[in-house]
C-alpha cells in the first residue's frame, strides 16, 4: 500500500504525466510501469555485479552484455537531452525488452510501445522515477492500485486490487511448496503468484536448489490470466523481476472455456476474481452450468476455482459477502455443493472497509477443498474486524510497519542486509485490536482442535455441517454468531418521577421569587 512520501512523489508524477499530454489514467500506469521496469532490471544488474565483485556466482542471469551497457537506467539518465533519450529508449531499449526473457515474455511485449513524446516530460518523470525509494515486492501492483484510486470509473466490474497485506494471509493459509501448481485465473498484476513464489522460496528455498525441482517451478508452478491486456503485460514484467524469464500469464477470460490441460491441473487457486459483473451465456464455458445456473461473475468463478482444482486441490478466494447468503436459487446451489459435494474448511469475514476507497463492499475469504465426495465436518468462522488499517478512505496504518499483515515481527527487516528475518512477534491484546490477521492463522491452524470449543460469542468458532444445511445453507457469520448484551442496573422510573416534580417545585418557587421581586422593583 502506497502512503506517505511515496504517495506524494507518485501524485506529482502523476501531474507530469498529465501536463505533458498523456491524460489516459491507464496510459499513464502502462508508461510508468515501463519506466520502472528499465529501473528495475539495471538494479538486478547491479545486485548481480555486486555479487560478482564479491568472487559470489550472482543468482540470477545477467540482463545486460558488454554490448548492451549504454540501455541500462544509469546511462540513459546520463543523457541530458531529452530528444536524444527519447530517440535511443525507442529504437533500442525497447527492442531490447521485447527479446527479453522468453517465448512467453516476449509474446506479451510485442505490442510494448513507448507513449512519452514530450522530451521534456520524459526528462522530468524518469528524474522522480529515479527518486522512487520503495522497499515492496510488488510495487507494480500497489502503483496499479493507488492509481485506480484516481479513476472515476475505479472500481467498474468489481476490478479491485487486493492490498499485500490481504494476499499474504491467504497465501499463508494456503502455504505452497516447489510441489504445488498454483493458479490466480484473475491474476491483475500477479501479486497473488509473486506473493506465493515469495513464500516458497523462504520456506522451501533448499527443495529449489534442486535444479531439476528449480526449473519445473519456474515453468509451470505459477499460471495467471486475465481479460485486460495491459494488466497482462504488467503481471508479465511483475513476474519478470521476481526470476520467472518466461512466465506463465496468458491473455484469457476465464469464464470462457479453458484449455484442456488447465482442467483439474492445479493444487492450489489463489485469487480476487470480478464482483458484481455479468457475463453473456453464449460465451460462457457450458461446463460452469452443471455446477451453477448463473450469469453473476462472482457465483461463476466459483465454479471455475472447482473445475480448476485437481481433487485434493485447495482453494482460498475472495467473494462478496452476497454470495454466503444470497436467497436465489443459483446462490444456495453453488453453496449447497461446495459443502455437501467438496469440503468447506472456512469463511473469514472482512472488514467492510478491507476494499476503500474504491468501494464499502462486505467480502469474505472462502477456503475450500475439492474432495468430489463431500467430508465438510465443520465450517471455521472469524470475524475479522480489524486488518491494520484504517477502516475509512485514507487506509491509514494503525501499528508500525513490522507489526503488520499477518506475520509481524519484533523489528522491521533491515533491506541492505542479505536474508535479514526478525524474530516472529506475538501481538499484545491492544495491537491485536488493531490487526487481526495473525490471530487468524494461529487460529487456523486449530480449526479442527481447540477452535470447536470456542463459544459462538468469540471472534471465532465452528458450526456443524448439519446445522448450515438446517439454515438453508447460509454461510453469513451473523446467523451463527450469538451476541451477549450486558445488563445494566436501572432506577425505579417513580423515584425519577419523582426527582422531577421536585426540581419542577424548586423552580415554581424561584420563579414566584422573581416575579415579586419584579414587582417591587416598579
Not at 350 to 368: N, R
Request: glycine content about 6%; aromatic content about 8%; proline content about 5%.
Amino acid at each position: 500500500m502506497i502512503t506517505g512520501a511515496l504517495k506524494s512523489q507518485v501524485d506529482k508524477i502523476w501531474d507530469t504525466f498529465w501536463s505533458g499530454g498523456i491524460s489516459n489514467p491507464i496510459s499513464v500506469i502502462e508508461q510508468f510501469t515501463y519506466l520502472l521496469f528499465m529501473r528495475q532490471l539495471d538494479e538486478r544488474q547491479a545486485s548481480n555485479d555486486f555479487q560478482r565483485n564479491l568472487g559470489v556466482d550472482p543468482s540470477t542471469a545477467d540482463i545486460f552484455d558488454e554490448n548492451h551497457q549504454h540501455l541500462r537506467w544509469r546511462n540513459l539518465m546520463d543523457i541530458s537531452d531529452g530528444t536524444a533519450r527519447r530517440k535511443v529508449i525507442v529504437e533500442e531499449v525497447f527492442p531490447f525488452l521485447r527479446e527479453l526473457g522468453g517465448e512467453g515474455f516476449a509474446r506479451h511485449m510485442r505490442n510494448a510501445s513507448f507513449g512519452i513524446e514530450n522530451p521534456a516530460t520524459l526528462i522530468s518523470v524518469m528524474k522522480q522515477v529515479n527518486d522512487l525509494k520503495f522497499a515492496n515486492k510488488d510495487i507494480a501492483g500497489d502503483l496499479y492500485e493507488y492509481m485506480l484510486s484516481k479513476l472515476s470509473t475505479s472500481g467498474t466490474n468489481g476490478q479491485f486490487r487486493t492490498t499485500s497485506h490481504i494476499i499474504d494471509l491467504m497465501v499463508e493459509l494456503m502455504r505452497p511448496s516447489p510441489s504445488h501448481r498454483v493458479i490466480d485465473p484473475a491474476c491483475g498484476t500477479a501479486g497473488f503468484l509473486i506473493s506465493a513464489s515469495e513464500w516458497t522460496r523462504h520456506h522451501h528455498g533448499d527443495e529449489l536448489l534442486d535444479a531439476r525441482i528449480r526449473t519445473q517451478y519456474n515453468e509451470s508452478g505459477l499460471t495467471g490470466c486475465d481479460f485486460d491486456s495491459t494488466m497482462v503485460r504488467i503481471a508479465a514484467m511483475n513476474m519478470y523481476m521476481h526470476g520467472f524469464e518466461d512466465p506463465n500469464i496468458s491473455y484469457r477470460d476465464s469464464l470462457q472455456q479453458v484449455p484442456h490441460e488447465d482442467q483439474e491441473a492445479y493444487d492450489i487457486v489463489l485469487a480476487n476474481p470480478p464482483f458484481a459483473g455479468s457475463i453473456d451465456e453464449s460465451s460462457m464455458d457450458p461446463a460452469l452450468s452443471n455446477l451453477v445456473s448463473s450469469k453473476k461473475t462472482e457465483l461463476l468463478f466459483v465454479a471455475r476455482f472447482l473445475t480448476l482444482l485437481k481433487p485434493g486441490g485447495r482453494a482460498a478466494v475472495i467473494v462478496p459477502e452476497g454470495v454466503l447468503f444470497g436467497s436465489t436459487k443459483a446462490h444456495k446451489q453453488i453453496r449447497k455443493h461446495l459443502l455437501d459435494d467438496q469440503r468447506l474448511d472456512a469463511v473469514i469475514k472482512l472488514p467492510s472497509g478491507a476494499f476503500k476507497p474504491y468501494s464499502g463492499v462486505s467480502t469474505a475469504i472462502l477456503c475450500f477443498t475439492r474432495t468430489d465426495r463431500g467430508s465438510t465436518d465443520e465450517v471455521w468462522f472469524y470475524d475479522v474486524t480489524a486488518d491494520g488499517y484504517s477502516l475509512d478512505d485514507k487506509r491509514t496504518p494503525l501499528l508500525d510497519a513490522h507489526l503488520l499483515g499477518p506475520t509481524p515481527t519484533v523489528r522491521p527487516r533491515d533491506p541492505e542486509v542479505a536474508d535479514d528475518n526478525p524474530d516472529a512477534a506475538t501481538l499484545t491484546a491492544e495491537q491485536h485490536e488493531s490487526n487481526n490477521l495473525p490471530d487468524v492463522l494461529t487460529r487456523w491452524q486449530e480449526r479442527t482442535g481447540a477452535e470447536r470449543d470456542r463459544t459462538r460469542t468469540e471472534q471465532s468458532f465452528t458450526v456443524p455441517a448439519e446445522e448450515i444445511r438446517e439454515a438453508d445453507y447460509d454461510l453469513s457469520m451473523n446467523r451463527y454468531k450469538e451476541i451477549i448484551f450486558d445488563a445494566e442496573d436501572t432506577r425505579d422510573p417513580r423515584e425519577i418521577i419523582a426527582e422531577i416534580r421536585e426540581i419542577d417545585a424548586e423552580i415554581a418557587a424561584e420563579l414566584s421569587k422573581l416575579e415579586a421581586m419584579l414587582q417591587e422593583a416598579k
